[in-house]
Every structure is written in C-alpha cells, then in structure tokens.
C-alpha cells in the first residue's frame, strides 16, 4: 500500500530535535521542556498522530501569528478543590501541565481536584496530563474540545471536536507499565490520524467519515480538504445514526464540549474552527480553546497498594476472559502502547517522508544543524510545506 522510505530515529535525539524547534519557535526554555516532553510521550508510546507528526502543526501557527509562542498564565479563580486559569491564547502544553498538576495538589489536599483553562490552544496528546496523575497516585481525568471535527447524530456538520475524554489510573498490572491508560477521542477515529494517514498516502476506514452527500469517502487528503470547506465530518463513537450507539459518542463529545468551555468561557463549537472567510481570503485567527483537569486522590478512599492489587485483579480477569474465535490476546487499555514503548527504546521512531519534508523545512528555516541528530534523510527538502491546513 505504501512505498515510502522511512527515516530511523532515536528517541534521545527525536526528543532533542523537538526541544530545539520549540525553542527555535520563541518558546521560553521551560515551557519547550514541557512541550517537547508531551510529544515525546506520544512518540514513545507509539501513538504517531500526536507526536513529533504534529511539530510543523505548532510551528505553522506560531510563525503566522495564530498563536503566541509565551504563554502568559493568570489565576481568573481559585478557591478550594477547584481553580480557573487563563492561557492567554499561549502554548497548551505549558498551562495543562500547570493545571493538571494544581488539580493534583488539590486533591492530596481535598481528596478530588478539578481545573479548567480558557484562552488555550492544542494541548498535544491527552494521556499525558491523565499520567501525570497516576504516576503522583491519583486517577487522572482530563478533556479538551477542538476544532469542529464531528458531526453530531444524524446530521452531516461538522461540529463538535473530536474532545478526547481521558482516563489514567496506577495498578499492578505489569502488561500495562504499571498504569491504566485509556486515551480515546470521541469519535471513531480522531482528525490527527486522517492528517498522519494522507502523510502515508492512505485510504480511510469506511465509515470513518460522513460527508454533504451521507456518503463514507476514504480519500484521506480529499476529506481534509472537505472538512476545511465544512463538506465532510467525523463520526461519533458508534457511527452515524442509531443502530450501533452514535448518538452516545456525539452525547459524549458534547458532555467534553460543555466541561471544556463553559466552565472556562472558552470558545465552543464552529467559533473553535480557526479561521474566517473573507471574500476567496482565509483569515486566521485564535483558536481559544478550553480543557478540564480532574485529579482524586487514591488514598482518601484506599490504601494506594490494595488499590493497585484491585484494579490490578480487574484487569487480569478481563484479560484471561474467553477468546472469541480466531483471537489470540484480549488487550487491556495501555498495553500495546507500552509494548510499543518498549520496541521504540531499542528502535527508535520512524518518521514518513510527509513528515521528513515537514521537519527539513524547521531545519532550514530556524538554520538547525541537522546533523546533530542522526538522522539519515530519506528525501530531499524541496521548498516550503504547504501549511494552510494546520
């Protein structure tokens, strides 16, 4: 299906690249430390919609003015177990992980912690702030909503983002790492892996997506363009109609909608689309996104080990439950990412030649020294990327 030739890189050097064109974006030191960390995880992890695929994404924004590369975050609230922050239309990364982890002292303190941001811009991958939580012995809840991606049952807008609704908790269960990791967008499948499949050249799942006609395309770099012009959407976890749940996963996707925005006065639904028409002109404007971060702390309810054991007991059960015919292993949520993990650590990550032409043109343009890095290049930088899709 795919004859590209794939660029090898380690995860030590994939991780300095990525620092050092956050850096070359204006990013202060700290907040691309945060940055580059909450890529890596998705590098790691095996989870390639939302790692180093998506740099050029935050590059593009910040280099037109979409988005500041400082973010400047205030306390509009906070009182208790719960706070409100403001990012100032800044980098995502930087107030969720700030966010995430006031949620968390909160609930040491309070038992459950909960946070809300405003004024935002895409966080990166969600599981990263749910981890936070679990690793400091608190279930991890966390959301975000996007730009408008899904359309909601039995219509053919786009209009909900894909608003990944994210869980982390710490168990026993060695398969998983040590923690339970479900990170899912609302969707059946999310807009970053259309954009990392047209990368591949890769058709569509039908009934991935629904466009203007209620036809299922599959045509990846087709659909980003129809989603763009509001011609084509995803679909929500279940599908379109009834008959297999959808109208659960768009009840879902507006639950993280309301949860994102209106506890944060962030932008909500088509005014989250990222840009206007004026006359045949794009105009790109802010984003201004909203998450929630939810922390509860293990031990006001249970000793932290007997926790793990429990949950570690749920898990093996499932796992050894009876096969159906023709399968050969029930996976539990956070496995095959850190099987993945472990394949990566020793292999480093691939990067597709979509991608290598994306970071070529970072390198050229922030005059990087490529070489430091180790990459053997499998194409030739040919010119700008065209970016107006990010």
Known sequence: MNNEKYAQISLEDLRQFEYDCFRGMGI????????????????????????????????ARVRRGQQTPETRITIERDSGAIARLNAHNGMGQPVSHKAMQMAIDKAKKYGIGMVTVGESNHYGIAGYYSLMASKQGCIGINGTNARPSIAPTWSVEPMLGT?????????????????????????????GKIEWYARLHK???KGWVINSKGENPIDTEQILKDMLEKKAAL??????????????????????????????????????????????????????????????????????????HTTGDILRACANAKLQPGADHIFVAGEKEYKTEIERIKTGVPLSEATQLQLLQMVDEMHLDSS???????????????????
């Open 203 to 205: 058709p569509a799942v």
């Open 235 to 308: 679909t929500p976890l279940g599908g379109s109609g009834e008959d297999l749940g959808g109208y659960k996963g768009y009840n879902y996707a507006l639950f993280v909608e309301v949860m994102s925005a209106a506890l944060s006065s962030a932008n909500f639904l088509q005014k989250c689309l990222g840009f206007r028409i004026e006359g045949d002109k794009k105009v790109f404007e802010p984003y201004r996104l909203g998450h929630f971060f939810i922390a509860i702390d293990i031990e006001h309810f249970e000793d932290l080990e007997t926790f793990k």
């Open 372 to 390: 430091k890095y180790n990459i053997d290049w499998t194409v030739e930088y040919r010119g700008s990327v065209d970016s107006q899709g990010w």
């Open 28 to 59: 202060p030191e700290d907040d691309a430390q945060i940055c580059a960390d909450v890529l890596h995880e998705a590098d790691r992890r095996g989870i390639d919609s939302h790692g180093v695929g998506r740099l050029f994404m935050y590059y």
């Open 163 to 191: 608003n990944p609704l994210t869980i982390a908790f710490p168990t026993d269960y060695a398969p998983t790492g040590g923690h339970w990791f479900a990170d899912h967008a609302t969707s059946i499948t999310q807009r």
